[in-house]
């Protein structure tokens, strides 16, 4: 029986992620346990678990009298969050790529995982392996107190929802990985976290976006008369001499 509840908090975990991702329901759309429940012929008990672990992972809010909301994400937030995590993925790249280079199995997997669910249009799967493929480089760098606040920003659910949102094209972005993967193979920290920054810059959406990353139809966004050698700071609309 317990077996049974699991996999129905599964089923509506992955469903109720899905339909966040693709828009069914919107930011502020209002989640009711028992119309969910009836929805899927399920008890409210495990609606109410699955619902508090999207309220984890800050998908959804819940307010007292006022019950469950998807959650919105302010431009702001995913820009701060995004850059951090470009920041705190390099420095990753940097001490764990020599440990990384001689175990690339698990980080291949994950990226043939990625490349998988990309082709599949699955959101959500794409979300998990993508999770699971840079916690795996910052895991490698063998500093727990990095890995506690790279989780601490729960970032994946910011991108995810960032790459729904922004129509990118998600073969072209799971294809973005390989580099990464080639550098940390090569045992070349400094390239790969080079690398991960830039990836990590493509959710920032201040930031030039590559047309080859953007669904068919979708356009860069302006640069706003940036001088040659300049580029926007993250998230603060100001300009900033190129470090790189």
Not at 125 to 139: D, P, S, T, W
């Amino acid at each position: 029986m317990a077996r049974r509840r699991d996999s129905i908090r599964a089923d509506l975990r992955r469903v109720l992620v899905q339909r966040i991702l693709d828009g069914t329901y919107q930011p502020g759309d209002r989640l009711v346990e028992l119309q969910i429940a009836r929805e899927f012929h399920s008890s409210q008990g495990p609606v109410r678990e699955a619902l508090r672990e999207l309220e984890a992972l800050r998908l959804v809010e819940s307010v007292t009298y006022r019950g469950t909301r998807v959650r919105s994400i302010s431009e702001s937030e995913m820009c701060e969050a995004t850059h951090i995590r470009g920041v705190l993925e390099e420095e990753a790249a940097r001490l764990g790529a020599e440990a990384l280079s001689h175990r690339m199995e698990p980080l291949l997997a994950e990226f043939e995982a990625i490349r998988k669910a990309a082709r599949e249009h699955d959101l959500d799967g794409y979300a998990r392996h993508n999770m699971e493929f840079h916690r795996l480089i910052v895991m490698a760098s063998g500093n727990s107190v990095l890995l506690r606040l790279w989780d601490s920003l729960m970032l994946e659910v910011r991108t995810r929802v960032g790459l729904n949102q922004r129509a990118f094209n998600l073969h072209a972005v799971a294809e973005s990985h390989l580099p990464i993967t080639e550098a940390l193979a090569r045992g070349d920290g400094p390239g790969a976290g080079r690398l991960l920054r830039e990836h990590a810059q493509m959710f920032v959406g201040r930031d030039k976006i590559p047309p080859e990353y953007l669904a068919e139809g979708e356009t860069p966004p302006a640069q706003n008369g940036l001088e040659p050698g300049q580029e926007q700071s993250p998230c603060l609309g100001t300009n900033a001499s190129l470090s790189r």
